[in-house]
């Protein structure tokens, strides 16, 4: 096996077929480049909001000063401040903490279910796919949380044109600050709910085909690392929105 | 019995207690920076210095996620740097665009 490997790369260069330079599966170098262009896409969609945002006037007197208005962009810390069962308590960015937290906890434990895979270690690939599901879940829920909150708005309600009151936020009006802002909520991190619902399914799938034993059968477990990529993806992006979008 | 049948060749090897501790550490630093990143917040006054500490930050844990846990920093190089020279031109996308905004705020 070793002697015909060896003969086929003698008279092949590394790129003329039959190894793999880039030194991973097929399946595993297309995850990366599908992940690269799905970079691309977020940094699309944070870069107009950073676009949108710098047009826009910006704040100018103390945090604690701030009062919603259309006139300039408003600060985030300002507007997510609630945390769910504590009605009326001000706890600016605690919730969006909490969800971060989720989502980090959730990468390390799929990183454990990759581990165990190496390992073929079936019983500890099944224990942390289930907590990694779990995560995943736990984030959903609390996104579907703050959009809720976002959506029906605050007790203050805010002027959106002379003589009115206008609660929550939509795709033409907002609460908050200028249309834009909520248009910009809605998108990004929708476009990241979308993807780590996606990323749940996709995990459920691979528990699924690790309890029925496919991949025992199958002799390795590299669709829990290929799946476990576009986890951390998922991961990587929100650290990015969180700073991005509730942070600066 | 075809269940233990299955499982008869199938040789699990032992956890490196090693490795798991490493991931950990990972996960325990990634903690750390973003309760770092709440604490200033909260302290240090909106301006372009806050800003860019909090992007220095998000690189920070940007980087332990795709080097560690997506083990990027492990693989060939070519792969690497194929990964990463494109985002090259996000960052330089990134910086125009602000930019652009910020002259078109001047403008308005």
């Known amino acids: ?248 | 019995m075809d269940h233990l049948d299955e499982n008869a060749h199938i040789t699990v090897i032992p956890p490196n207690k090693e490795k798991i501790k490493k991931l950990w550490r990972v996960a325990g630093i990634l903690g750390i920076v973003t309760a770092v990143e709440f604490v200033i917040a909260f302290t240090l006054p909106h301006g372009p210095g806050k800003t860019f500490l909090f992007v220095a930050l998000t690189i920070v844990k940007a980087g332990y996620i795709v080097l560690e846990f997506m083990h990027l920093k492990y693989e060939v190089k070519i792969l690497f740097w194929s990964i990463l020279i494109p985002m090259i031109f996000v960052v330089w996308m990134l910086v125009a665009f602000v930019y652009e905004g910020m002259a078109i705020s001047v403008v308005r």
């Open chain 1, 1 to 248: 096996m070793a002697s015909s490997t060896s003969a086929v790369a003698s008279d092949k260069g590394l790129w003329d077929g039959g190894t793999s330079p880039m030194g991973v599966s097929y399946g595993k170098l297309m995850m990366w480049f599908f992940l690269l262009s799905d970079a691309f896409t977020f940094s699309a969609l944070l870069i107009t909001y950073g676009l949108v945002r710098s047009s826009h006037k910006a704040f100018t007197g103390h945090v604690s000063d701030f009062v919603f208005s259309q006139n300039y962009w408003p600060v985030p810390e300002r507007v997510y401040e609630a945390v769910p069962f504590l009605h009326g308590v001000e706890l600016p960015l605690v919730f969006v903490g909490i969800m971060t937290f989720i989502l980090i906890m959730s990468s390390v434990t799929m990183v454990l279910a990759v581990e165990a895979g190496h390992r073929m270690d079936r019983k500890a690939v099944e224990k942390w796919m289930l907590w990694t599901i779990l995560g995943g879940i736990a984030f959903l829920s609390c996104q579907a949380w703050e959009w809720m909150h976002f959506i029906h708005g605050s007790e203050a309600g805010s002027a959106v044109a002379e003589g009115t009151t206008f609660f929550g936020a939509n795709l033409v009006h907002n609460q908050y600050g200028p249309p834009d802002f909520a248009a910009f909520f809605f998108f990004i991190t929708g476009f990241h709910g979308f993807h780590v619902f996606s990323g749940v399914c996709l995990n459920f799938l691979i528990y699924f085909n690790t309890v029925t034993g496919l991949y025992q059968r199958r002799g390795h477990y590299e669709m829990v690392e290929k799946v476990g990529l576009y986890w951390h993806f998922v991961d990587l992006v929100w650290v990015f929105v969180f700073t991005f979008f509730y942070l600066v």
